[in-house]
């Protein structure tokens, strides 16, 4: 079945939908569930004028009273065809392993690693990325995000991500696990010019708990917001391109079931922005997916100075079979767009 573009009444009618782009190909339900989880993807005009909080910043925060404790800033440019960084920083519990290349394209890999080992309560994390024109960056995680018990405070990660012309970005960090009373907030502002390229993905998952059910974390909340910036005088004001939330609260509701869920347990995306995204795509890639075991939707934005987004949401009970749904999909973009293999980053 074929992917379709939502308008912004549609956009209305999912607001409660953690599989927002699956009812593209099915009735709209749970329009009215506000407690359950929180998922859209807003087309430019579809929410407002899009001057929402500042990046990182969620509704509510306050955001004063929290010093880091990790943080990280990269910047990456093109030297000949090869992508080096010129500026590191970190401090406190985050960092990066030394750069090395997978392939001879020139994209450079770092693998982001917390040696503390999980994000607990009251935890900050702020990641900082800047990658120039034509350069490419692929970051990685070495390991699973871990949310344990957050008493007191929730443990929150912001990031900003600043694309140039030309530039590609692929993020492939493991999976969110969120275990037993864990609350977690992560922000993520991207910023792409009309050339960019920018992959990245998502899996969250529940953690173990004593009586072996899952979801007895407290909170998942997860805000992506994607602006598309003009490359130069007189092209165009740019403006926002999507704005995707998860919200997912447990306590309050059964999440298990219809119009929430759906009897899943994991939740997957991948938000792929390129001007080469349009509907064609969308259907080869639900195509694609359509052969796994999870439940699979994608949806489109509108174009934003002639680039475009799609947001790929699966549901699955399975770590492995989301990242095989989301390594089907973006081996098929590296290969077509960039003529490289698909990702195997050989962690374990």
């Not at 925060?61 to 590191?88: A, C, F, I, K, W």
């Not at 990685?140 to 912001?158: C, D, H, L, N, V």
């Not at 960019?196 to 909340?221: C, H, K, N, Q, V």
């Amino acid at each position: 079945m074929s992917a379709l573009r939502l308008s912004p009444g549609d956009l209305t009618a999912e607001a409660g939908r953690p599989d927002f782009g699956a009812a593209a190909w099915r009735a709209p339900r749970g329009a009215h569930r506000r407690e359950g989880p929180d998922s859209s993807l807003r087309e430019l005009g579809a929410a407002g004028d899009g001057h929402g909080p500042k990046s990182g910043e969620a509704a509510g925060t306050n955001q004063s009273v929290r010093e880091p404790m990790g943080e990280l800033e990269l910047v990456v440019e093109d030297r000949g065809g090869r992508s080096v960084t010129t500026h590191q920083f970190h401090r406190g519990a985050l960092r990066v392993l030394r750069p090395h290349y997978l392939d001879a394209s020139g994209q450079v890999c770092y693998v982001l690693v917390n040696p503390g080992g999980a994000y607990l309560g009251a935890d900050l994390y702020v990641i900082d990325v800047e990658v120039a024109d034509g350069a490419k960056l692929l970051l990685a995680t070495q390991s699973a995000t871990k949310i344990y018990r957050t008493p007191g405070s929730f443990a929150e990660q912001r990031m900003r991500l600043r694309l140039g012309e030309g530039a590609r970005v692929e993020l492939a960090p493991d999976q969110v696990i969120a275990y037993r009373e864990a609350s977690y907030r992560q922000n993520t502002h991207v910023t792409v010019r009309p050339s960019s390229s920018l992959i990245m993905a998502e899996i969250i998952t529940p953690g173990w708990s004593p009586d072996g059910a899952s979801f007895r974390y407290e909170e998942l909340r997860l805000r992506t917001e994607i602006r598309v910036e003009s490359g130069g005088a007189g092209a165009g004001a740019g403006g926002l391109l999507a704005l995707d939330n998860v919200l997912i609260r447990p306590p309050l509701g059964d999440v298990t079931g219809l119009a929430f869920m759906e009897g899943f347990s994991h939740l997957g995306s991948l938000i792929v922005v390129d001007p080469r995204v349009d509907q064609a795509l969308a259907d080869e890639l639900h195509e694609i997916t359509a052969g796994f075991g999870a439940h699979t939707g994608i949806s489109l934005t509108a174009a934003v100075l002639g680039t475009a987004g799609l947001v790929l949401r699966s549901l699955s009970n399975s770590t492995e079979e989301l990242q095989r749904v989301a390594g089907a999909a973006t081996a098929l973009l590296r290969k077509r767009w960039y003529g490289q293999d698909p990702l195997d980053l050989r962690k374990y």
